[in-house]
């Protein structure tokens, strides 16, 4: 079963909207990590959380806000989406440390038009 | 950038055949680890090597850190095609955040 999961894993939004990514996990991890990732090219930090009710700026945060409910559940929201941010984001979490392995979900391809 | 201008590449093998990608960082890091992500997938972490480790293996891969040089590499022996996809080396700078910088990625493709 699958231990990060994110919805929607495709999202079609438009330039000014709103958009919500969520994304839920079952390891009992207490870091949580939003990256996006443009085609053909790796990976880069959004925002990351290491506890419940706080988020930390990752190497990119501008333009979006983070969210930390609860343990399981992290959210990235975008308040005006822009053409810019069409991407693929990735959502992961870990036991932190500087060797624990991250795990990720399988993505959200978002389209901005 | 975290990276140097090598990590951004493409390979093309046949099946059985050994592939080594590389990739430098330009600042300090006390681990490497390498991920894994094929076609529409999440990456997955496949091997890890410590600041304080100059090689590790596992199964057919094999990862190298050179911190003189600020370099680590990734070889795969007896390529199957279920091993193309795109291969990322990702540093951290140790704290608890576990924070990662992943590199650009190498494509590689393992033609049966």
């Known amino acids: 079963e699958a231990a990060v999961t994110q919805s929607p894993r495709s999202k079609v939004a438009v330039t000014g909207g709103k958009v919500t990514l969520s994304c839920h996990q079952t390891n009992n991890h207490d870091y949580m990590y939003w990256y996006r990732q443009d085609t053909g090219h790796g990976l880069r930090l959004i925002h990351y959380?290491?506890?419940?009710?706080?988020?930390e700026k990752g190497d990119i945060p501008d333009g979006y806000k983070a969210s930390r409910p609860s343990q399981e559940n992290f959210s990235l929201i975008l308040e005006l989406a822009s053409l810019s941010q069409t991407a693929v984001y990735f959502c992961?979490?870990?036991?932190?440390?500087?060797?624990?392995?991250?795990?990720f979900g399988p993505g959200t391809r978002l389209t901005v038009l | 950038s975290q990276w140097g201008e090598e990590n951004l590449q493409a390979l093309s093998i046949q099946e059985g055949e050994d592939v080594t990608m590389n990739c430098s960082y330009k600042?300090?890091?006390?681990?490497v680890q390498w991920y894994r992500q094929k076609s529409g997938k999440g990456p997955a972490l496949i091997i890890l090597?410590?600041?304080?480790?100059r090689e590790k293996r596992s199964g057919r891969l094999r990862a190298t850190l050179d911190t003189s040089s600020q370099s680590s590499s990734l070889s795969i022996t007896g390529t199957l095609a279920t091993d193309t996809a795109v291969y990322f080396c990702?540093?951290?700078?140790?704290?608890?955040?576990?924070?990662?910088?992943f590199g650009e990625g190498t494509q590689v493709t393992v033609i049966s």
């Open positions: 990702a540093t951290g700078t140790g704290g608890l955040s576990g924070k990662l910088t």
């Open positions: 959380s290491y506890v419940a009710d706080s988020t």
């Open positions: 600042t300090y890091t006390t681990v």
């Open positions: 090597i410590r600041s304080n480790e």
């Open positions: 992961a979490s870990s036991a932190g440390g500087s060797y624990a392995e991250q795990f």
